[in-house]
């Protein structure tokens, strides 16, 4: 049975990266090009992503006459559905969340991603918003990842089913790759304008320092929401780590020195790994 052929109720989970966006194309074309009614594609925002991500999920829509639900925490056990020009751009679901708990997410607590993606779709699934005649009981999400990820697909398939909820990764199944996945973005006639490195949610904590570094020097205003968070709690995201301000402060001495290269895919510090990269 093809993989891709997805029998609702379904949510797919766009997370506004190319191997979910992928993910959808193929979901579509075993379609036919379009979705059961009960099979929905769902953008989480978390305010933190790029601008250049939002406008990825706004042309996939577009571009392949999809319907794509934009989606936002908006506080405890409260969602919220936006679209492309309403969507916050500033940290604010992030933020909330954090006010809402009283502490900062961290390597081991990623409440962000349980909070701002997991628990808002859930949420909307179980909402009169989801369908005229009542909501799911129960469903399938459809994740985007990829075969050479069998750590993310076992825990993922392993640790967030529910009863209400089973976790599928028609990619893995399918046994697709990242190279697969940048292949068939390098012949597409529109693209994430995002470096693979580069990430969804702007300087998330998982990324390596390497990384923000990297960022920060390209789009020093990304660093400010960060340090404002840690100064408001008097924590910092990641234990043994530098704060966002000591980076920042690092990355302003160090500014005018060329970068000629990308951030190394082996950065011991990089511990990337959440529904915020699929």
Same mark, same amino acid.
């Given at each position: 049975?093809?993989?891709?052929?997805?029998?609702?109720?379904?949510?797919?989970?766009?997370?506004?990266?190319?191997?979910?966006?992928?993910?959808?194309?193929?979901?579509?074309?075993? =379609?036919? #090009?379009?979705?059961?009614?009960?099979? =929905?594609?769902?953008?989480?925002?978390?305010? $933190?992503? +790029?601008?250049? /991500?939002?406008?990825? !999920? +706004?042309?996939?829509?577009?571009?392949?006459? !999809?319907?794509? /639900?934009?989606?936002?925490?908006?506080? $405890? $056990?409260?969602?919220?559905?936006?679209?492309?020009?309403?969507?916050?751009?500033? #940290?604010?679901?992030?933020?909330?969340?954090?006010?809402?708990? +009283?502490?900062?997410?961290?390597?081991? /607590? +990623?409440?962000?991603?349980?909070?701002? $993606?997991? =628990?808002?779709? =859930?949420?909307?699934?179980?909402?009169?918003?989801?369908?005229?005649?009542?909501?799911?009981?129960?469903?399938?999400?459809?994740? #985007?990842?990829?075969a050479d990820e069998p750590s993310r697909v076992a825990k993922v398939s392993g640790g967030r089913e529910t009863e209400a909820e089973t976790v599928v990764c028609p990619l893995a199944t399918a046994g697709v790759t990242k190279e697969d996945v940048l292949a068939f973005w390098s012949r597409q006639p529109f693209d994430l304008r995002l470096r693979p490195w580069e990430g969804n949610c702007d300087l998330c904590f998982l990324k390596g320092q390497a990384t923000r570094e990297r960022i920060m020097l390209n789009h020093p205003e990304t660093a400010a929401w960060w340090i404002a968070q840690e100064a408001a709690i008097g924590a910092t995201f990641r234990a043994h780590s530098p704060s966002y301000a000591a980076i920042e402060r690092r990355v302003r001495s160090q500014g005018r020195l060329p970068i000629v290269i990308d951030p190394p895919d082996d950065d011991p510090t990089d511990i990337m790994s959440c529904a915020c990269t699929d």
């Open positions: 049975m093809d993989p891709f052929l997805i029998t609702g109720p379904a949510a797919i989970s766009f997370s506004g990266g190319r191997t979910s966006g992928y993910m959808l194309r193929r979901v579509l074309d075993a =379609h036919g #090009g379009a979705l059961p009614p009960d099979v =929905h594609v769902v953008f989480a925002n978390t305010g $933190k992503e +790029r601008e250049a /991500t939002l406008a990825f !999920v +706004r042309e996939c829509g577009e571009r392949w006459g !999809v319907a794509i /639900t934009w989606l936002e925490y908006a506080g $405890k $056990k409260a969602f919220r559905v936006v679209d492309f020009k309403s969507a916050s751009r500033h #940290g604010e679901p992030f933020e909330q969340v954090i006010r809402d708990r +009283r502490y900062l997410p961290n390597a081991v /607590t +990623r409440f962000c991603t349980v909070e701002l $993606k997991i =628990h808002t779709l =859930h949420r909307w699934l179980r909402s009169p918003w989801v369908r005229a005649d009542g909501a799911y009981d129960e469903w399938t999400n459809v994740v #985007g990842l990829r």
